[in-house]
């Protein structure tokens, strides 16, 4: 099991959030999607099948691209 927090600069409103945790929580192996509208985080709990480069590449296709280092 793997926690990960993304800033994600996109995220304004309850909808953003909304539409961050239903997508991301689609995807198998995904545990918990917790975003935030203040912080512009999203922290993700998964385990395989998720990788770390689906969850960045579905972020991507929904428009809310992470800020990586």
Do not use: W
């Not at 996109?10 to 545990?31: D, K, P, Y």
């Not at 985080?41 to 972020?59: H, K």
């Amino acid at each position: 099991m793997r926690t990960v927090t993304y800033r994600i600069p996109n995220i304004s409103c309850n909808h953003c959030v909304h539409t961050i945790q239903s997508e991301i929580s689609e995807l198998a192996g995904v545990q918990s999607v917790v975003a935030n509208k203040d912080t512009r985080q999203a922290t993700i709990t998964f385990d395989s099948p998720a990788t770390e480069e689906l969850i960045i590449s579905t972020l991507k296709e929904i428009n809310y691209p992470p800020e990586l280092s």
